[in-house]
């Protein structure tokens, strides 16, 4: 399995298209460079010593091997 990190960018909101609500999403940079978001939601479950991983949105459709992408909670402020 390899892991990779991502590091804390911004927060944003966006429109969810099914409710019009407006979604919190953290926006990550990947170490490739590459940018992703993820729902605030999501992160708020998790505690500051477990560290989310989730799986590599870069990694390609069908990975050699198992890529998961490790985010750092202790965002700078």
């Known amino acids: 399995m390899l892991i990779t990190k991502a590091v804390f960018v911004k927060e944003i909101k966006v429109e969810d298209s099914d409710?019009?609500?407006?979604?919190?999403m953290e926006v990550w940079k990947h170490q490739n460079g590459g940018?992703?978001?993820?729902?605030?939601?999501?992160?708020?479950?998790?505690?500051?010593?477990e560290c989310p991983r989730i799986n590599?949105?870069?990694?390609?459709?069908?990975?050699?091997?198992?890529?998961?992408?490790?985010?750092?909670?202790?965002?700078p402020e």
């Open 35 to 49: 940018l992703f978001a993820i729902d605030s939601s999501f992160l708020d479950q998790c505690t500051d010593s």
């Open 56 to 75: 590599d949105p870069f990694a390609g459709q069908y990975p050699e091997e198992e890529t998961i992408v490790k985010i750092d909670l202790n965002m």
């Open 19 to 24: 409710t019009n609500v407006l979604i919190e």
